[in-house]
C-alpha cells in the first residue's frame, strides 16, 4: 500500500489499517528507524486512569506474602 506524505510531513493511515490495529484519533503510534525501513508500531491505550482499582482489595501485606512465596518458588528450582 502506498501512501502519500503532505508538504507539513503528515500521512494518512488508511481507514481498514486503523481499524484493524484500534488506532484512533489521540492513539499514540511508535516509529522505528530500522535502517532501510521505518515501521509503525502501535501503543496500546494502556493508561493509570484504566489501571485504577485492579488491585482493589489487595493490602501491602497480601503482596509481600505473594512476592516471598514466589522467591521460594525460584530458588527452589535452582
Given amino acids: 500500500m502506498t501512501i502519500t506524505v503532505s508538504a507539513r510531513g503528515q500521512m494518512v493511515i488508511p481507514a481498514s489499517i486503523r481499524k ?3 488506532i484512533r484519533q489521540k492513539s499514540e503510534v ?7 525501513e521505518v515501521v509503525i508500531v502501535p501503543i496500546p491505550d494502556i493508561s493509570m486512569a484504566k489501571s485504577r482499582g485492579i488491585l482493589k482489595g489487595v493490602s501491602t501485606d497480601d503482596l509481600i506474602r505473594e512476592r516471598r512465596s514466589l ?3 525460584e530458588h527452589s528450582r535452582d
Avoid at 511508535?30 to 532501510?36: A, Q
Fill in 20 to 22: 484493524r490495529y484500534g
Fill in 71 to 73: 522467591r521460594k518458588r
Fill in 30 to 36: 511508535e516509529l522505528l528507524d530500522l535502517g532501510k
